[in-house]
């Protein structure tokens, strides 16, 4: 379907539902092509060492261009169902919500719940699609808009587009590139379904994998990996949880790292090189350069910077073999 035929498809009635700032490029364009009667969003969190409520992004961005917001804690309750149902919304946008809507809400728009997935679905369904393509090693990723059904992103596609990954490729930078894509995206799609001229496609369960919830300690590295998982993690991990290791009673943050060939063999963690250079021994008789490292309180620095004055002696060891 082309740009034209989405811009010249009627106006719909949209109730967009997201959280984080990934949604929020999503958000922007459909307020442009189609009314937004309201938004979902989660309610404000504590957040900082002083543990203040915070808005989400989406909020944020809803209440500078007065769209009514609503906050449920938990979206299948009877009285969060019927302030939906009172918008009365021709379709439903879901972009990153953060919780699993029930058949009441899947069924309360004409054109049912839309869901843009940052994959290329049925390959990583669930929460950490970004990250999971890049530790996966994919060699590109994309977006996906389906329509949504009571599984966990099961439901059939409407559209999807896809991009390469650069070899520096971080979440960060790959979630930027399927926001702006995931954008038109949705729009183009909404233009269809109002046309009346998009076919859903069912999903192969065959060929599906599934992500889990990237938490803190997944950026912990171990060190018994080979060099390119490593790299991978440390890609994968930015901006959050960042990966990070131990050395002695002092804990970094790890930023860049590049492959530094095979080594004899030695145990995984241990420093060989420190000074100009920080290379580290891994898994599979193999060793990384760490390229950019960040102290505790420190700001991310390259690693001969970081060293200056207070250096990691040869033969320490980062991490340990037990990780």
Not at 50 to 56: E, I, K, M, Q
């Amino acid at each position: 379907m082309n740009g034209s035929a989405a811009t010249d498809s009627p106006r719909l009635r949209v109730l967009f539902m997201g959280t984080p700032a990934l949604a929020v490029p999503t958000l922007a364009a459909v307020a442009g092509a189609h009314e937004l009667v309201a938004v979902i969003t989660q309610p404000d969190r504590p957040s900082g060492r002083g543990r203040r409520l915070v808005a989400s992004p989406v909020k944020a961005w809803a209440e500078q261009v007065d769209v009514p917001v609503l906050q449920p804690e938990r979206v299948r309750d009877p009285g969060a169902i019927a302030d939906m149902a009172a918008t009365s919304p021709d379709v439903a946008v879901v972009v990153a919500f953060g919780q699993i809507l029930p058949a009441g809400i899947l069924g309360l728009p004409r054109l049912g719940c839309v869901n843009l997935h940052a994959s290329l679905l049925p390959r990583h369904r669930g929460a950490s699609p970004i990250q999971a393509a890049i530790l996966a090693g994919d060699t590109e990723s994309g977006v996906t808009t389906m329509l949504m059904d009571e599984g966990l992103d099961t439901g059939p596609v409407l559209q999807q587009r896809s991009v390469g990954l650069a070899a520096d490729e971080t979440a960060g930078t790959l979630g930027a590139k399927l926001g702006a894509m995931g954008a038109d995206l949705m729009v183009e799609t909404l233009g269809g379904l109002a046309a009346g001229t998009l076919k859903p496609l069912a999903q192969d369960p065959d060929v599906a994998t599934m992500t889990r919830l990237i938490r803190k300690q997944d950026g912990q590295i171990d060190w018994r990996q080979e060099a390119g998982s490593i790299g991978r993690q440390v890609r994968a991990m930015q901006p959050w949880p960042v990966a990070h290791t131990q050395c002695g009673d002092e804990r970094f943050k790890v930023w860049a790292v590049a492959p530094a060939g095979h080594i004899t063999a030695m145990a995984p963690g241990t420093v060989i090189s420190s000074g100009a250079e920080l290379v580290v021994a891994c898994g599979e008789s193999q060793a990384v350069q760490v390229l950019e490292m960040q102290r505790a309180g420190g700001r991310r620095m390259p690693v001969a910077e970081l060293l200056r004055g207070r250096p990691i002696a040869v033969g320490s060891s980062m991490g340990s073999g037990g990780q």
